[in-house]
């Protein structure tokens, strides 16, 4: 079987999180990500066919808008914990923060540590002038996420998962005073 082609994806870290390429033995907690009800805000749950079209988006994001998706690793251990995301699909009305994490991974800062570098990397790398986080209205884990990181709600609105909120990031000068 050919092996999988270098990746011209940036490798980023911040405290205790590498931002990497995904490897396909991320697939692994991702398919379980997609198969646990928390998925429901991500675009699951789903089976393993749909869970791997998905994790297989993240790459040819990266390959179409020139920036996209990075898997979470901990430093201190090595394992995959998750992702943080320069995400702007198609019908997406601007460029957004993302961030998912894996069963177990929660309650311990990985997505605001990631999202933030995720959001440091949009401005300084990438040329972003501003970013939204879109969050379901029934995700308060994610919407304490978005405020932690000075995130502010902006509107509510209706999109392929539901209802809503989208938060508007700090620029580039205020994240780094903050």
């Given at each position: 079987m050919?092996?999988p082609?270098?990746?011209?994806?940036?490798?980023?870290?911040?405290?205790?999180?590498?931002?990497?390429p995904f490897?396909q033995?991320?697939?692994?907690?991702m398919?379980?990500?997609?198969a646990d009800?928390v998925?429901?805000?991500y675009?699951?749950?789903?089976g393993?066919e749909?869970?791997?079209?998905?994790?297989?988006?993240?790459?040819?994001?990266w390959?179409?808008r020139g920036?996209?998706?990075w898997?979470?690793?901990?430093?201190a251990?090595?394992?995959?914990v998750?992702l943080?995301?320069?995400?702007?699909?198609?019908?997406w009305?601007?460029?957004?923060?993302t961030?998912?994490?894996v069963p177990g991974a929660?309650?311990?800062?990985y997505?605001?540590e990631?999202?933030r570098?995720a959001?440091r990397?949009?401005?300084e790398d990438f040329?972003?002038?501003?970013?939204?986080?879109v969050v379901?209205v029934h995700n308060?884990a994610?919407?304490?996420v978005?405020?932690r990181?000075?995130?502010?709600?902006e509107t509510e609105?209706?999109?392929?998962h539901g209802?809503?909120?989208?938060?508007?990031h700090?620029?580039?000068a205020?994240?780094?005073?903050g």
């Amino acid at each position: 079987m050919p092996s999988p082609t270098r990746s011209p994806i940036p490798t980023l870290e911040s405290e205790r999180l590498i931002l990497r390429p995904f490897r396909q033995s991320d697939f692994e907690p991702m398919a379980a990500f997609f198969a646990d009800p928390v998925s429901a805000y991500y675009g699951g749950p789903c089976g393993r066919e749909d869970a791997w079209r998905k994790f297989a988006v993240y790459s040819g994001h990266w390959l179409l808008r020139g920036y996209g998706p990075w898997a979470l690793e901990d430093k201190a251990s090595g394992t995959y914990v998750g992702l943080s995301s320069l995400w702007y699909p198609e019908g997406w009305a601007e460029p957004e923060i993302t961030w998912a994490l894996v069963p177990g991974a929660h309650g311990q800062g990985y997505a605001t540590e990631g999202a933030r570098r995720a959001l440091r990397a949009a401005y300084e790398d990438f040329g972003w002038t501003t970013a939204v986080s879109v969050v379901s209205v029934h995700n308060p884990a994610s919407q304490a996420v978005a405020r932690r990181m000075g995130a502010t709600l902006e509107t509510e609105i209706t999109y392929r998962h539901g209802a809503a909120h989208v938060y508007r990031h700090l620029g580039l000068a205020a994240l780094r005073t903050g």
